[in-house]
Structure formats: structure tokens, C-alpha cells
């Protein structure tokens, strides 16, 4: 019988079934939660029922607390309280996991007294990913199922568990085959034949080991003093040695402490945001059918999407234009599937199987029979033009034929071909075949089932598609040539490169960006600055002084051995000839030296970031503030536990912003103007969050 519109009740002899039935992952909502309340009591007060065993419909069991609840007044019951309410209860609780058993979805099997893991079952406690910890007992049970150490390491790596390790751990009493209901029933009889005897977790000793929860904070102080619920999550499995109500009183203390902070707000912004972004208006449109992919160019990049597309099943014609060319391609991809038959993601016939899909080809014209050709040819327009033209001969109508260009015009290419509206932009991030992101660059004839197609491969890929209007750079590079100006007037004005790459380090970004432009090749930017010149504003303050004359040095960065920093021993020390450029460059400028303050730095740097975004929007290139978030996301580093530069912005306000842009205006009021779009916001008092509804 249906206790609600998500929780059903059986019996079946002296056993009682809940089934949840909560899709699309079985969220713990407060209708499932009461569901399983009103249950597990209707079954203790059944004198016929002797066992109650709770399992799910669907394709998992419950895969977390609601996350859309959070933020908002709480509502009950609230989960740490029902599952308390499993643990008392009278008749054994059994909980049968199946899919991605998750947070407070493994919570719920912890509570319990007997726990059935089924093929292909994944579990975890990944809380610390949203900013928070486990606040519905984890951090009080798993320590008396399976220790401290192996529960810390769980709850601060926040991974998923396979369900062989699980039982091999402790976090399971069984493994089944069969079906969530039969398990279920099975368990069930087998408690009540005495076959598995069910237990209160919370009547299981928890051995004290401070000396390694402290190795474990004194770790995450070195790497992680930026983030709150790591330590809140230390603390919480440290208080598992007390009694359980009191080390459930500091879990519950702690969890709130981690929910009330950006950090939380941020990593939620960045998990809705990364779902959000690919339901666009076109994503209804019917993808077309991508089986076979030729990619044109077997450099860096076209190697890395070639793999991307040989990992997500694709097969994949690699065409190049000579022998020794094609070789390399090949054998770079040929390593890159032994990287992940290594690392475990492809087991070995998969990877056989993978390595036979792909085949090299010297001509264009073996691309005749493609779904979807990927050309990723050197950044050249009269090159492109030329392959897209033969593409047009070659493909047939309806085949898409797309530029994995990180900066031309896709309307110009397009105009190329007799078919523009099969055109589109595929921008990978090198490596194509590790990035997440995947700008999808819609022209001005793209048609509406090309870009649904573009982010059906972003899902095959598993990467996170992004639509963009076409502009030089589009969204991700256009502001990054933004904001990297800011950097080098910052150096220029009196900051040394370590210092403003030291600022943004502890800001959160991973790399700095003198570390990141040595990493990516200094001479990239160098050619950009160059192809730029020309069309230069005169009124631009010009930003490559210094990293010109590293580059007529030679000094490219780590491929040349040294750039900003030196590459030959293992610790990056700062390259002191540059020390000596930056001075002759500001006495060449006029430049009298300051010193710029850590928290100046960021200021300047996010302020540029944020404003040029914003000209993207107002340019109507990204679609919403979140399409910004995520590009810089899974693109360029930004910190995910601030979600992005607009909701980062959106936690300074407007009005702040054009304050931060006047002052900063009267040095340079060219490169510092306040867009139209920011001034409308402080005017009526809109956010960019309110912009992504
Ligand atoms: N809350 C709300 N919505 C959720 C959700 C959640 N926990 N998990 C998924 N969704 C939505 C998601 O937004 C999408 O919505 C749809 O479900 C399908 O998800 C107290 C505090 C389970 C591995 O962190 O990792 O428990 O876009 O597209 O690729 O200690 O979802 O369809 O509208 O991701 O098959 C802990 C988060 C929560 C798990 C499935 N749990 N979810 O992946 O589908 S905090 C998590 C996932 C907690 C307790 C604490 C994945 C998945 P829409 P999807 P998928």
C-alpha cells in the first residue's frame, strides 16, 4: 500500500517491504523521509510483522539528502532524526543498496542493522564536495563499522566505493545478485532463520586513534586551510569516540557550522550549475546520429579529441598528411588508451576493442562516410577555410563539420561551405581528452539540431558543454585576455610575478597565472599579442612588455627549461633574469615601483575578470552567468568552492564592483570602464543568480 506519493509498504508473511520510489535518484526529500518515518512505525506496531526491510525502485538507492533543501528553513523530519528513529527501532531494519548509494542515502543504510550491497552498487560519502560533511550519523557510524583512518579517508576524499570494497571494509554485511525486492525478502528470511544477525551500529566501540586524525588535520592545514568542512570533518569522526548522542551533538554542530558558509553556497552553485548548463533551448531539438568521427590534424589537440571520442565508444578516422604525421598522432593516442588501461579506466578488452576503432588515413576524402567531421589544424583561417571547403565536397549533406578553433571567426569558416547550418564550433582544452569543457560554439546559420548534437557528444565525452555566440576567443579565452592584462600591468606597476601568482594561489586558484602561462607555453600568448597588434587600440595600455622579451629570450616556459620560473631542478625558483627585464621595462615606462598588496591583487584581478564577463553577456556570446561559472570551472582553475566569477561576483555586489572600477579607472580609464549591464544591476538591484532562472 502507498504511504505517500514516494513510499510504499508490503507485507509479505512477517516481513515488511518499504520500497522508495523517489526518481530520479531517490533524493532524500522530506516526502521520502516522512514516507520511511510513517512506515518503519506502522511496521513496529504490526504484531505480525517481525523484520522490516527497506530498499528502492528506480536505478538507485537514495543518492543523497535533498541538496535543494539546503539554505532554506529546515523540514522534518530531519534526517539525523529519522535515522536515529531506524536505529531504535524495535524490529531489526534491513537496507538493501543499489546504483549510487550516497550521503545521506548511505546514511540511511548506517543506520540501520543489516546492510545488502548489489552488483554494481557504488557507496560513498561525498558531503565534502558541496562543502559540508556527513550530518546524518556518518561521521559517527562509519568509524564504528570500519575505524577511524579507513572512515576519515572515505569522508575527506569523498569518493565512491566499489561494493567488494565496501564489504571487504565493513560498510556491508552481504553481497547479492538478485533484484532490490528479492534481496530484500531473501535478507529478511535469513535474519528471521538466524542465517545473518542484524546489529545496532551505534552499540560498536569506536577505537580511539588521535595521532592519525591529527596527521590527517596537520595535513589538510598544509593543503586545505582555504576550506572549512575538511576540518569540521576531523573534528566530527574525532567526537565518534564519544558516547553517540554527544558525538552525534558535535557532528550536528559541526555540519551547520560547514552549511552556513559561501563555500557551501559556492560548491552547490558549481554541482547545480554543471546539469544546468546544458539545458538550452536547442537541447530538445533530435541530436543527429555521431557513430563515426573523422578529426582532421593529429597535433596535440587532435589527438586528445580523437581519444575523447575512442574512450566514449566512438569510432574515430584520424586524417593527416603525411605518414610520419599520422604515426605520431597515432602513437600519442595509442599512449594516451594505455594511460587509462593503466590507471584502471579501460579494462583490457575495452581497450583492444578501443585501439582497433581507430584508423589513419593520409586523404580528406576518407572521410566520405563520417557523421561528424572535427577539424583541429593549426590556428590559420585560410588553412581552415580550405578544409572546410573540401569538407563540403567530400561530406555528405547533414554531416556536421566542426572547428575545434579556440579563437576564429566560426561564421567565416562556415561561409566557406555550402552548408553552413551544418557548421558548428567544437573548442576541446588541451588535453582534449582530460579537460571537462567543451565551449560549443553556435554561428549565426548553425541549425538547431547541429548544436543539440554538439552537446549530446559534450555528455557522450562526459564533458560539460557550453554554448557560445562566436567573438574572438569566444567565452573562456576572451575573458581570460582580459583579465591576464591585469597581471602584467600589476607586475609592471610594482608586484613581482611570484607575488601576484602567490596571491591568487591563496585566493584558491591552483596555478598562478605566470605559473599556468609557463606551463601552457609562453609563446602562445606571444603569437596572440603579435596577431593582435595591428588591430590594437592605441588607447590600450600595452601589457606585453615583459613577457615580449622573454620570449626573444627563448624562454617559453617549462618546454624550454625556464620563464618566469626555472625548470631545471625540481622546485620552481623565479627566473632572476626576469627580476632584471621587469626593472628595465618600468624605468623604460617611467615606472616608479609600489608595492601591491596580496588582497590588491585579487581585487584588481577578479574586477577584471568579472567586468569582461559581464561585456560577454551584454554581447550576448554566454547565454547566462552560470555559463560563465562553468566555463571558468572546468576551464581555467577558478577556485570551485567559490563557483565562478559571477556567483563570486554576486557575493561583492554591483555596486561594489563600480566603486573597485572607478577607483582603479583614474590610473588607466581605457582598459577600467564600467559596463552598461553592471550600472543596470546596482540600479535595480539585480544579481547575476537572478539571471540564471
Ligand atoms: N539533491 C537534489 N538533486 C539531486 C541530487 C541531490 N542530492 N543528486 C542528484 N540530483 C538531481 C540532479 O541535479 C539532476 O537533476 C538529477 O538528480 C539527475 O542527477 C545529510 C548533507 C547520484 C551520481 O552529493 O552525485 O546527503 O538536472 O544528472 O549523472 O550527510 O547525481 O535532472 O533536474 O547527476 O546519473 C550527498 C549528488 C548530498 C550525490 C547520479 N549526495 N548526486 O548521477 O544523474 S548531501 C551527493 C550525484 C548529503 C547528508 C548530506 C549524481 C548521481 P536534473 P545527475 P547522474
Known amino acids: 500500500m502507498q504511504i505517500n506519493d514516494v513510499v510504499s509498504i508490503e507485507t509479505l508473511d512477517n516481513i515488511a517491504l518499504i520500497c522508495l520510489n523517489n526518481p530520479p535518484v531517490n533524493v532524500a526529500s522530506q516526502a521520502l523521509r516522512v514516507g520511511i518515518q510513517k512506515a518503519v512505525s506502522q511496521a513496529n506496531v504490526d504484531a505480525e510483522i517481525a523484520v522490516i526491510a527497506i530498499y528502492a525502485a528506480g536505478r538507485t538507492f537514495v543518492a543523497g539528502a535533498d541538496i535543494k533543501e539546503f539554505g532554506k528553513p529546515p523540514l522534518d523530519p530531519m534526517?539525523?532524526?529519522?535515522?536515529?528513529?531506524?536505529?531504535?527501532?524495535?524490529?531489526?531494519?534491513?537496507?538493501?543498496?543499489?546504483?549510487?548509494?550516497?550521503?545521506?542515502?548511505?546514511?540511511?543504510?548506517?543506520?540501520?542493522?543489516?546492510?545488502?550491497?548489489?552488483?554494481?552498487?557504488?557507496?560513498?560519502?561525498?558531503?565534502?564536495?558541496?562543502?559540508?560533511?556527513?550530518?546524518?550519523?556518518?561521521?559517527?557510524?562509519?568509524?564504528?563499522?570500519?575505524?577511524i583512518p579507513a572512515a576519515i579517508e572515505i569522508i575527506l576524499s569523498g569518493r565512491h566505493?566499489?561494493?567488494?570494497?565496501?564489504?571487504?571494509?565493513?560498510?556491508?554485511?552481504?553481497?547479492?545478485?538478485?533484484?532490490?525486492?528479492?534481496?530484500?525478502?531473501?535478507?529478511?528470511?535469513?535474519?528471521?532463520?538466524?542465517?545473518?544477525?542484524?546489529?545496532?551500529?551505534?552499540?560498536?566501540?569506536?577505537?580511539?586513534?588521535?595521532?592519525?586524525?591529527?596527521?590527517?588535520?596537520?595535513?589538510?592545514v598544509q593543503t586545505h586551510s582555504h576550506l572549512v568542512s575538511p576540518h569540521k570533518c576531523v573534528e566530527a569522526v574525532r567526537a565518534s569516540t564519544l558516547p553517540v548522542n554527544e558525538g552525534l551533538k558535535v557532528e550536528r554542530q559541526a555540519f551547520f557550522e560547514s552549511m552556513n558558509t559561501p563555500q557551501r553556497a559556492g560548491l552547490i552553485h558549481a554541482f547545480f550549475g554543471e546539469r544546468a548548463v546544458s539545458k538550452v533551448s536547442e537541447f530538445k531539438s533530435t541530436p543527429r546520429?555521431?557513430?563515426?568521427?573523422?578529426?582532421?590534424?593529429?597535433?596535440?589537440?587532435?589527438?586528445?579529441?580523437?581519444?575523447?571520442?575512442?574512450?566514449?565508444?566512438?569510432?574515430?578516422?584520424?586524417?593527416?598528411?603525411?605518414?610520419?604525421?599520422?604515426?605520431?598522432?597515432?602513437?600519442?593516442?595509442?599512449?594516451?588508451?594505455?594511460?587509462?588501461?593503466?590507471?584502471?579506466?579501460?579494462?583490457?578488452?575495452r581497450f583492444d576493442a578501443t585501439k582497433a576503432a581507430l584508423k589513419g588515413e593520409l586523404q580528406l576524402t576518407a572521410l566520405d562516410n563520417v557523421d561528424l567531421a572535427i577539424e583541429a589544424v593549426f590556428e590559420n583561417m585560410d588553412v581552415k577555410k580550405d578544409i572546410f571547403?573540401?569538407?563540403?565536397?567530400?561530406?555528405?549533406?547533414?554531416?556536421?563539420?566542426?572547428?575545434?578553433?579556440?579563437?576564429?571567426?566560426?561564421?567565416?569558416?562556415?561561409?566557406?561551405?555550402?552548408?553552413?547550418?551544418?557548421?558548428?564550433?567544437?573548442?576541446?582544452?588541451?588535453?582534449?581528452?582530460?579537460?571537462?569543457?567543451?565551449?560549443?560554439?553556435?554561428?549565426?546559420?548553425?541549425?538547431?539540431?547541429?548544436?543539440?548534437t554538439g552537446f549530446a557528444l559534450a555528455k557522450r565525452l562526459r564533458k560539460i558543454g557550453v554554448k557560445s555566440g562566436v567573438c574572438d576567443g569566444f567565452?573562456?579565452?576572451?575573458?581570460?585576455?582580459?583579465?591576464?592584462?591585469?597581471?602584467?600591468?600589476?607586475?609592471?606597476?610594482?608586484?613581482?610575478?611570484?607575488?601576484?601568482?602567490?596571491?591568487?594561489e591563496e585566493f584558491g586558484f591552483a596555478m598562478g597565472p605566470h605559473k599556468v602561462g609557463d606551463l601552457a607555453g609562453l609563446d602562445i600568448d606571444w603569437m596572440t599579442r603579435q596577431r593582435k597588434a595591428a588591430t590594437r587600440p592605441e588607447e590600450e595600455r600595452y601589457s606585453g612588455h615583459v613577457a615580449d622579451r622573454i620570449c626573444e629570450n627563448g624562454w617559453f616556459g617549462r618546454?624550454?627549461?625556464?620563464?618566469?620560473?626555472?625548470?631545471?631542478?625540481?622546485n620552481m625558483l623565479p627566473n632572476p633574469e626576469v627580476e632584471t627585464i621587469v626593472a628595465e621595462e618600468r624605468e623604460k615606462a617611467g615606472i616608479t615601483p609600489k608595492p601591491i598588496a596580496a588582497a590588491d591583487i585579487v581585487d584588481r584581478y577578479m574586477t577584471a575578470m568579472i567586468s569582461e564577463a559581464v561585456r560577454t553577456l551584454e554581447d550576448k556570446i554566454a547565454a547566462r552567468p552560470l555559463d560563465i561559472d562553468m566555463?571558468?570551472?572546468?576551464?581555467?582553475?577558478?577556485?570551485?568552492?567559490?563557483?565562478?566569477p559571477m556567483h563570486y561576483a554576486d557575493t561583492i555586489g554591483a555596486k561594489e564592483l563600480i566603486n573597485r572600477i572607478k577607483t582603479y579607472a583614474k590610473e588607466d580609464s581605457y582598459y577600467w570602464r564600467v559596463p552598461g549591464l553592471l550600472r543596470q544591476m546596482a540600479d535595480d538591484g539585480t544579481t547575476f543568480a537572478d539571471m540564471n532562472r
Open 161 to 220: 566505493l566499489e561494493a567488494n570494497e565496501a564489504l571487504g571494509l565493513g560498510l556491508l554485511d552481504r553481497l547479492s545478485d538478485e533484484s532490490p525486492r528479492e534481496a530484500a525478502i531473501t535478507a529478511a528470511k535469513d535474519v528471521l532463520s538466524g542465517t545473518i544477525n542484524p546489529r545496532r551500529t551505534d552499540e560498536i566501540e569506536v577505537k580511539p586513534d588521535h595521532a592519525h586524525l591529527d596527521e590527517m588535520e596537520a595535513k589538510l
Open 289 to 349: 546520429e555521431v557513430a563515426q568521427v573523422g578529426v582532421i590534424g593529429g597535433g596535440t589537440m587532435g589527438s586528445g579529441i580523437a581519444t575523447a571520442c575512442l574512450l566514449a565508444g566512438l569510432r574515430v578516422i584520424l586524417v593527416e598528411t603525411t605518414e610520419e604525421a599520422l604515426g605520431r598522432g597515432i602513437a600519442t593516442i595509442h599512449k594516451n588508451l594505455e594511460g587509462a588501461l593503466k590507471r584502471g579506466k579501460l579494462a583490457q578488452d
Open 475 to 504: 567565452i573562456g579565452n576572451r575573458i581570460l585576455a582580459h583579465y591576464r592584462k591585469t597581471a602584467a600591468y600589476l607586475v609592471l606597476d610594482g608586484a613581482s610575478p611570484q607575488e601576484v601568482d602567490r596571491a591568487l
Open 389 to 452: 571547403g573540401q569538407l563540403d565536397k567530400i561530406c555528405e549533406p547533414g554531416v556536421i563539420l566542426a572547428s575545434n578553433t579556440s579563437y576564429l571567426d566560426l561564421d567565416e569558416i562556415a561561409a566557406t561551405t555550402s552548408r553552413p547550418e551544418d557548421v558548428i564550433g567544437l573548442h576541446f582544452f588541451s588535453p582534449a581528452h582530460v579537460m571537462r569543457l567543451l565551449e560549443i560554439v553556435v554561428g549565426a546559420k548553425t541549425d538547431e539540431s547541429v548544436i543539440a
Open 559 to 570: 618546454k624550454s627549461g625556464k620563464g618566469y620560473y626555472l625548470y631545471e631542478s625540481a
Open 79 to 147: 534526517l539525523p532524526d529519522l535515522i536515529n528513529e531506524i536505529e531504535e527501532s524495535a524490529k531489526p531494519v534491513i537496507t538493501v543498496l543499489h546504483g549510487t548509494a550516497l550521503g545521506g542515502g548511505l546514511e540511511i543504510a548506517l543506520g540501520a542493522h543489516l546492510r545488502v550491497g548489489l552488483n554494481g552498487l557504488k557507496l560513498g560519502l561525498p558531503e565534502i564536495h558541496l562543502g559540508l560533511l556527513p550530518g546524518a550519523g556518518g561521521t559517527q557510524r562509519t568509524p564504528r563499522l570500519i575505524g
Open 631 to 644: 566555463v571558468l570551472l572546468f576551464g581555467y582553475g577558478f577556485p570551485r568552492h567559490l563557483g565562478g
